[in-house]
């Protein structure tokens, strides 16, 4: 097992920078998700980390090894994929078998076999062993390459979106599969992904990039309650995290016409841009506020409510048994103690 | 769905000046069915008829039919066989070759390397030019006294033509030359279509070059390098060109020169058609072998 470590990492693709001095440390044994929207990085880091790619400038360490001028091979990381990459024309047995084979292994037929038999049963794919890779659905295709990765007892496991192309349902099945994976066998997990609720149900910790750079790192609840600036705020949570532009002012919040209470006071008067969560702002007659329904999503355990204050546009999640219609106008206040307040210019959380 | 596909627009040019869904289609088949019958259907069964009879076409004899007497005459003749012989060998050596250096040139041209499409263009080359033209200038190449080839090997007056030992070679040589760049051609759009992300496990599972060759490339590229090799081996049994430019060895009389030689110099018109039937289904043969082992590749 081991701990992997990036130090200032700086990758270039022709003109543009992929990474800009990078540094994220996983320790040994924790599943560490890279959250980031397409182009953000993510795969360059992982990349880097399994050296398929390296680094224009920056160290990678694995272990107490400096590894960054050892090949993909030397580095010994487990690589799964979103494509699978599954080897053609092999049946299941033989892509489990594929990284065991080769030569700088030694390993003999009697443990190649136990080493199998055990990645299978522990993926459930053992009435697959027989198989052409070619005749797999989507999710028995990724368990194989899962499976490929888990029968070499890698020190580190490497997962770029490796559950992005199945359908939702699967996806459930196979993030709580991964999770006790990852219990059972404690290795490091690195793990990339673009879907929050991915990151927010999997990781022990997260990393939210943006073009190349780490904005925050922090485990689920500390990226989800103290978001370091409005990008992460609005990174998670569906629907996300309500920004509104107002003034603090004193032991209260202006915002448009309408004074809602909080709990931070500022001494002097100045611009902020207030962040609540949906499921902190409370419908409520007699409340501060009002806006108009523009929409209700009923989802069966919660209401998600669209409301147009002025020009702004909220969300709110109330319980499934408030009455309300669209277009009525309501009054709504919020919870002073969930309120966040960011710099209007920078988007910084003027708490931290 | 056809039915959709065949209808005119309403307001359409064609639909106005009343022509039906199915003149339209007509009009773009009738040509090309006439076109395949007179050049191909009609010299394929009047060939047959004439492989039946003695008809030669330098005389005004009417044509006598004489059962299956030309396919008896050709299948016992055994110098006829030796045309096989040296056919079959021909064509094992010439294909091989183009497999060899088609594939291996395709390896080489698989990665980032400057001026890749300069490269690529000037290797295939050779087949863009006529098979009679390059038989003429390999004649001059070969020449034991002034030909470059001596020249530059040093091997002063070597003759590669008229030796009746090495002129096959010779003619296989020039083969390959010119028609490497046509498998390199095919299994360089195979080696392309590999994903690199399987390269990429590969080298993350530690698999060395030759396991990862034999293992991915191979198998992957091998359909497409099957159909490569169905087509020159075809080609490959008919040549005539620059074979009968080459050499006039008895060594070198593939089947296409004995037969044209049966047909035109001899008049044998009969007896050549017969023959040509008999040339055709070892092709047909011989393809369809290829044919199920290409059907095999790709269902595994």
């Given amino acids: 097992m081991a701990r992997i470590e990036l130090q200032n990492i700086t990758k270039r693709y022709g003109g543009t920078r992929a990474l800009k001095d990078l540094s994220l440390t996983v320790e040994d044994g924790e599943f560490f998700v890279l959250l980031g929207r397409t182009g953000a990085g993510k795969t360059t880091t992982l990349r880097v980390v399994a050296g398929l790619e390296k680094p224009d400038e920056g160290r990678v360490f694995i272990g107490d090894s400096d590894v960054t001028s050892w090949t993909a091979a030397e580095r010994d990381v487990a690589l799964v994929l979103q494509q699978y990459s599954l080897y053609p024309r092999l049946t299941v047995r033989g892509n489990l078998e594929f990284p065991l084979r080769p030569k700088v292994r030694n390993m003999n037929e009697d443990e190649i076999r136990r080493r199998v038999d055990r990645a299978a049963k522990t993926l459930q794919i053992t009435h697959l062993l027989d198989r052409k890779v070619e005749r797999l659905s989507g999710g028995e295709m990724q368990r194989v390459s899962i499976g490929r990765a888990i029968v070499r007892d890698p020190r580190v496991f490497l997962m770029d979106e490796p559950l992005s192309a199945l359908d939702a349902k699967l996806r459930e099945a196979l993030r709580v599969e991964l999770k006790k994976l990852h219990q059972d066998l404690g290795a490091t997990f690195l793990f990339v992904t673009h879907d929050q609720v991915e990151a927010m149900s999997m990781g022990d910790k997260i990393g939210v990039l943006r073009s190349g750079r780490l904005v925050q790192v922090g485990t689920p609840s500390e990226i989800y309650e103290r978001p370091h600036n409005t990008f992460v705020a609005r990174s998670v949570g569906t629907p996300p995290m309500n920004l509104i532009e107002g003034r603090l002012d004193g032991e209260s919040a202006r915002l448009g016409s309408f004074v809602l209470p909080v709990s931070s006071p500022a001494n002097s008067e100045q611009k902020v841009t207030f962040g609540v969560r949906p499921e902190n702002i409370v419908i409520q007659s007699g409340a501060p506020a009002e806006a108009r329904v523009f929409d209700i999503e009923d989802q069966g355990v919660i209401k998600i409510l669209a409301l147009d204050m002025g020009d702004t546009r909220l969300h709110a999640t109330v319980p499934a048994g408030t009455h309300v219609n669209r277009d009525e106008v309501v009054r709504f206040g919020w919870k002073p103690e969930r309120v966040l307040s960011f710099d209007p210019e920078t988007g910084r959380n003027l708490a931290l | ?300």
């Fill in chain 2, 1 to 300: 769905m056809t039915d959709v596909m065949t209808r005119l627009e309403p307001g359409s040019r064609a639909a106005s000046r009343g022509f039906s869904d199915l003149t339209i289609r007509n009009l773009f088949i009738i040509p090309t069915i006439a076109f395949l019958i007179i050049f191909n259907v009609f010299p394929l069964l009047y060939s047959l008829w004439t492989s039946f009879t003695d008809f030669r076409a330098s005389t005004t004899a009417p044509a006598n039919w004489v059962g299956l007497a030309n396919y008896r005459e050709l299948l016992n003749d055994p110098f006829i066989w030796r045309n096989f012989t040296i056919t079959a060998k021909y064509v094992l050596i010439s294909v091989t070759g183009q497999v060899v250096v088609g594939f291996g040139l395709a390896m080489l041209l698989n990665r980032q390397i400057p001026f890749k499409g300069l490269i690529t263009t000037l290797l295939l080359l050779p087949m863009m030019l006529s098979m009679a033209v390059v038989g003429l200038f390999w004649k001059l190449l070969y020449d034991p006294s002034f030909g470059i080839i001596n020249y530059f090997l040093g091997l002063g007056k070597f003759e590669w033509l008229a030796d009746p030992q090495v002129a096959l070679y010779a003619v296989a040589l020039v083969d390959i030359w010119m028609w490497s760049p046509f498998v390199m051609l095919l299994s360089l759009a195979g080696l392309s279509a590999v994903p690199k992300h399987l390269y990429e496990a590969a080298e993350i599972d530690r698999a060395g070059p030759f396991y990862t060759f034999f293992r991915i490339t191979l198998p992957l590229v091998a359909p497409i390098l099957m159909i490569a090799i169905i087509f020159r081996t075809m080609e490959a049994f008919k040549t005539f060109d620059h074979a009968y430019i080459l050499s006039s060895q008895p060594t070198t009389e593939l089947i296409a020169i004995r037969l044209y030689k049966m047909a035109f110099l001899e008049w044998q018109t009969g007896l050549s058609s017969a023959f040509a039937y008999i040339v055709l289904i070892m092709v047909v043969a011989i393809t369809n072998i290829y044919v199920k082992y290409l059907n095999k590749a790709k269902a595994r």
